[in-house]
């Protein structure tokens, strides 16, 4: 009878070290949190501003770094593997990432963060190519889509991670306070930019949602396209754009942080303007989040333009 209570004492004990070592493992993973894979970083900033510590974040198409031409590394499959959600921007941003997401045999939630924000059609969508979206991606340099962006991505760390809800809730609420103050902030500075100054020239079609929300007019872009991918303008399209850009007074033509420089300073030498510090299109720069990104481009766009 000893020995038999011996016995079972035993694998009970055997029993409690594997609940327990379960727990200890479970408990580990739940630390670690979700792994997120996001595809620029501007994105990055936005989930992380949600997300808090409560996710692993890997970006791919980085700082400084075009989403339009990025090339996935080997190691990006990895990455999409082993991810639990995926945010993109979506409507051809990132034209790799269906491939990639394929070719991974991710099974990743994907999440596109433009869903549900208002969309303007590029307006050379018929002269490019099907690399292109119907609708320009450059949602995010409107502040009133990034808020709307910030709902989708904290809607989408509630439900699958229900237990720290109201942690995803609280920050996308302070984010979003953030977000509210910058864009009253940008209505205020612009406002010192006289309105028949308020035009802009830029590397390609990036600021048309800017202009829209803040009161400019797109006289024209170097790359008359939504995407950096499109083929370098031709000597009549140059001519063109030179030509309307005489006609409108504008002084200055803005660089991109991600764009080659050549094709602007050729056209603002033959055009006979200057060339302002570059702004922040696609991408952030090393260090930098989104509300820094849209102070210093408007700090760039209002020093270059006002009288």
């Known amino acids: 009878m000893m020995a038999k209570n011996s016995r079972l004492n035993k694998r009970l004990i055997v029993f409690v ?17 979700l792994h997120v894979v996001v595809t620029t970083s501007i994105i990055e900033d936005l ?11 890997t970006v791919l198409a980085g700082a400084h770094s075009d989403p339009h031409t990025y ?26 990432m269906d491939k990639l997401y394929k070719t991974s045999q991710s099974q990743a939630q994907r999440v596109v963060v433009s869903a549900g924000v208002p969309l303007i059609k590029s307006p050379n ?3 490019e190519k099907a690399m292109a979206s119907e609708y320009d991606p450059h949602v995010w340099h409107d502040v009133s889509n990034v808020r709307l962006m910030v709902k989708t991505i904290r809607d989408i760390f509630v439900k699958v991670d229900p237990p720290r809800a109201q942690e995803y809730q609280r920050n ?95 056209l603002a030498r033959e055009a006979g303007i200057q060339v302002a510090p570059e702004l922040y299109a696609d991408a952030l720069g090393a260090s930098g989040t989104y509300i820094q990104m849209m102070r210093t481009n408007v700090r760039t766009i209002v020093e270059a333009l006002q009288p």
């Open 125 to 127: 969508y018929r002269h």
């Open 172 to 266: 996308a609420e302070l984010y979003d306070q953030a977000l509210m103050e910058l864009d009253q902030w940008i209505a205020t500075q612009v406002a010192h930019i006289p309105q028949e100054r308020k035009k802009l020239v830029t590397s390609h079609d990036t600021f048309e949602y800017f202009a829209r929300r803040y009161g400019f007019t797109i006289i024209g872009t170097v790359i008359g396209s939504a995407t950096t991918e499109a083929s370098d303008p031709s000597a009549l399209e140059m001519t063109r754009l030179i030509k309307e850009i005489r006609l409108s007074g504008i002084k200055t033509i803005f660089l991109e942080n991600a764009a080659n420089p050549q094709l602007v300073k050729t």
């Open 17 to 33: 070290l594997v609940i327990s070592a379960w727990c200890c493992v479970s408990a580990s993973a739940a630390s670690r949190g």
């Open 47 to 57: 989930v992380q501003n949600v997300a808090g510590q409560n996710a692993t974040l």
């Open 71 to 96: 090339e996935p590394k080997p190691e990006d499959n990895v990455k999409i593997a082993q991810a639990d959600i995926i945010f993109e921007n979506g409507l051809y941003l990132e034209p790799w």
